[in-house]
Nanobody, 126 residues
Framework: QVQLVESGGGSVQPGGSLTLSCGAP????????IGWFRQAPGKEREGVSC????????YYSDSVKGRFTISRDKAKNGVNLQMDNLKPEDTAIYYC???????????????????RGQGTRVTVSS
């Protein structure tokens, strides 16, 4: 069974940056749409971003548009999420997910994926 693994979380001050990575050891994610979603305590799961395979078309939630950038990591056959100008409300556990399909179907915005990793914690605080 393919296991997704996230890394790169941490603690930063408001306005800071982090880069999250998503990979699957021994497996390439190049052929699948990959998304990121987050879960904060007491809040609903929120889809953050998604990237198609082949076309690499990207999608972002309104809350992160202009601050986050999703991209393919060709060297690692994975997907990165560059997060800039972080805000306290970005604090959450971040997960990458996939439904093993080529396109980011509408449910990405709900963080609804067939498979996900264990998550990586992001804390934004002064």
């Amino acid at each position: 069974q393919v296991q997704l693994v996230e890394s790169g979380g941490g603690s930063v001050q408001p306005g800071g940056s982090l880069t999250l990575s998503c990979g699957a050891p021994g497996f390439t994610l190049d052929y699948y749409a990959i998304g990121w979603f987050r879960q904060a305590p007491g809040k609903e799961r929120e889809g953050v971003s998604c990237i198609n395979s082949s076309t690499n078309k990207t999608y972002y939630s309104d809350s992160v548009k202009g601050r986050f950038t999703i991209s393919r990591d060709k060297a690692k056959n994975g997907v990165n999420l560059q997060m800039d100008n972080l805000k306290p409300e970005d604090t959450a556990i971040y997960y990458c997910g996939t439904s093993w399909v080529f396109s980011c179907e509408g449910k990405w915005s709900r963080g609804d994926f067939a498979a996900r990793g264990q998550g990586t914690r992001v804390t934004v605080s002064s």
